[in-house]
């Protein structure tokens, strides 16, 4: 399904991915870690499209399209998914309508009609029921003045509602208690099917707990160094990312 | 400098288009303001106040005699108006509320220094009377509607407008100012605001003139002890338009909300000039203002906030935002301060940018099209000052007016 060669990228003068090999199939559940800096959510916003990054060597293939060749519009209605590290706050624009907007472009990009008012409200209701972020947010400004807990459980609310067939997500579990650890996992599981591919960027082990990977790959410095099953993350809680300087030197 | 030339008009030549309509109190007002005028002349950008706003377009058209048109006002109240309040036209006042008019007809929006204000006041003619008693509450929001004459030739007229609000008394009144698309003509508006001890008024302009029209709308208030008074004011059309607000808050402990908003396209200019004087102690005035500029638009703010020795503990906010949807377009916005308390919070801000790039990034990675999220990000720039209007009916129109204007413009490649 995503196919990454010798993917390098920049922002400004300075090399932040240097040569990233990464292949993804349909029916996976693929865990990144690494330390802070390493490259991870600047390869998540650069499948996204983020344009502040500039690509400058590399190929990035998506059910065998150039996905670096598509805005980042195109990409959403292809199905690729981005939760983001710092989900931003849009003043003015309700959540509900924001949603609204949103799948309906995905549906209109497939050649369906727009879902109706009915039936988009039921369907926000449930996945918001699932993941437990309060109804009374829907209604509200997109993310604003939401603590952090409520802002990842939107993002994963978005995700459940848009069902992407390949949802990355940066650092969804950072800052988030016991409870919506759970709840966010819960969204991510019910998401996992033979047809969709999920990506989770993550500082820490914890969250694969709840979502267990079949891959875990471990970045530095810009490259994937280490790649193993899901015993790589319990080896990782124990050991830290302090071998990678030694590795790397 | 092309086209500054200041007009000095003889006020002889200009004397016989006064007609001897009201009470001799008001013909002295009118021949003072005259005199006013000729001897004032038009602004020109020279001087500092007018440093961003060109109005020679607007003289040419406002000195020829043969372009006066009475105001055509429609007065809309629902139902019928409590015991006591009276909505009615100039002509009706003079017969019905003599002394009412002469304590406060031209007294609060003052001439000396201010050409349109000194045009409108010698030409004063045309315009309503709106008269709420003490301790009255009208709960429907009244409209006064100044629809310009479509008869295919430029005109030119002077609507002007009094309110009265007594002591505890509480109204809503929408102001407005329209004409056909595409005609020329000049509206000079002035008018006046009293509110008593404790009245809470609750005023919207709203300016959708023709966008080849000129406006210039004068709001002046006065308010008294403990009053409170908002005002939205909201420019979606006109070619050159000029709205001032002046506001003085004479009573202690009175406060005033000035909320403005203006969208121009094309080659609109639409300038705001706001003035608001704390003269009395613990007085608090909240001002934003928000712009969005598309096209060749440009735009002034000009905030000045006086507060005076006496008028401590005075709390003052006053902010200008912009959002340029074009290269092309170009704002000027001035803040002016004037502090001669000590005890006193004044705050100001002003900025000029362009749609939030991680917004943007944000919409479009859920799939929505680079257009409609900058779109969407626009009218919700927009929605704040919208969601503030106290009539819902006009929070919808006027959503789906300007949405229509930006989409209009995005349209039309500008």
């Not at chain 2, 008001?26 to 440093?51: M, Q, S, V, Y």
Request: aromatic content about 6%.
């Amino acid at each position: 399904m995503l196919e990454i060669t010798n993917l390098h990228a920049k922002v400004g003068e300075k090399e932040i991915l240097k040569g990233i090999e990464l292949t993804v199939n349909a029916g996976e559940v693929h865990a990144i870690m690494g330390p802070n800096g390493s490259g991870k959510s600047t390869l998540a916003q650069v499948l996204a499209g983020r344009d502040t990054y500039e690509v400058t060597a590399g190929q990035v293939l998506y059910d065998g399209k150039d996905l670096l060749d598509m805005s980042p519009e195109e990409r959403a209605c292809e199905g690729v998914f981005l939760a983001f590290q710092y989900p931003v706050e849009i003043p003015g624009v309700s959540n509900l309508y924001f949603l609204k907007t949103a799948l309906n472009a995905a549906r209109k990009h497939r050649g369906q009609e727009d879902l109706d008012a009915v039936d988009f409200l039921a369907l926000v209701q449930d996945k918001t029921k699932l993941l437990g972020m309060s109804e009374a947010l829907l209604s509200r400004p997109v993310n604003e003045g939401f603590s952090g807990g409520e802002k990842k459980r939107n993002e994963i609310v978005q995700m459940a509602v848009l069902e992407p067939r390949l949802a990355i997500l940066d650092e969804t579990d950072s800052g988030l208690d016991i409870d919506a650890m759970k709840a966010v996992a819960a969204g991510i599981n019910a998401l996992r099917s033979p047809e969709r591919a999920i990506v989770v960027v993550t500082h820490y082990q914890r969250l694969l707990d709840y979502v267990v990977p079949d891959y875990v790959h471990v970045m530095s410095d810009g490259r994937i160094v280490r790649s193993g099953g899901k015993e790589l993350a319990l080896e990782l809680e124990e050991q830290g990312y302090g071998w990678l300087g030694q590795e790397a030197a | 400098m092309v086209g500054l030339d200041r007009k000095r008009p003889e006020s002889a030549a200009l004397e016989p288009r006064i007609r001897a309509a009201g009470p001799p109190w008001l013909d002295r007002i009118r021949a003072d303001a005259l005199d006013r005028f000729a001897g004032l002349g038009f602004p020109t950008t020279h001087d500092e106040e007018w440093k961003y706003t060109n109005v020679a377009p607007i003289t040419r058209l406002a000195l020829d005699p043969a372009l006066r048109v009475p105001a055509a006002v429609e007065l809309s109240a629902p139902g019928s108006l409590p015991k006591g309040v009276r909505l009615c036209s100039l002509a009706e006042a003079f017969r019905a509320e003599p002394d009412l008019l002469e304590e406060h007809l031209a007294r609060h929006a003052g001439f000396e220094r201010h050409a349109f204000v000194a045009l409108n006041t010698a030409f004063l003619e045309d315009g309503v009377l709106l008269h709420i008693p003490d301790g009255v509450v009208v709960e429907q929001p009244l409209q006064l509607l100044f629809a310009a004459a479509a008869n295919g030739r430029p005109t030119v007229s002077h609507p002007r407008v009094l309110v009265v609000a007594g002591r505890d008394s509480q109204a809503t009144v929408i102001e407005s100012y329209r004409g056909a698309d595409g005609s020329v003509y000049f509206t000079n508006a002035v008018t006046e605001v009293v509110l008593g001890e404790g009245a809470l008024l609750d005023y919207t302009r709203l300016v959708t003139e023709s966008d080849r029209a000129f406006h210039f709308g004068a709001l002046h208030v006065r308010q008294g002890r403990s009053s409170s008074f908002t005002s939205h004011s909201v420019t979606l059309g006109g070619g050159l338009v000029r709205n001032e607000v002046g506001a003085v808050l004479a009573g202690e402990g009175a406060e005033c909300s000035l909320n403005g908003l203006y969208a121009a396209r094309g080659r609109q200019h639409i300038d705001n000039y706001t003035t608001i004087d704390h003269a009395r102690p613990h007085s608090t005035s909240h001002e934003l203002y928000k712009g969005i500029l598309d096209g060749h638009a440009q735009a002034v703010f000009h905030g000045r906030i006086i507060v005076r020795r006496e008028a401590q503990k005075t709390d003052a906010i006053q902010r200008n935002k912009n959002l340029l949807l074009s290269e092309d377009a170009v704002v000027n916005t001035k803040p002016q301060l004037e502090i001669y308390a000590d005890d006193v919070r004044c705050t100001h801000g002003a900025t000029v940018g362009q749609v939030d790039a991680d917004a943007l990034f944000y919409l479009r990675s859920r799939g929505i099209a680079q257009a409609q999220a900058r779109h969407l990000l626009t009218c919700a720039f927009a929605g704040e000052m919208i969601d503030r209007l106290k009539v819902e009916a006009l929070r919808g129109l006027l959503a789906e007016t300007l949405a229509g204007r930006l989409e209009a413009e995005r349209g039309g490649g500008g």
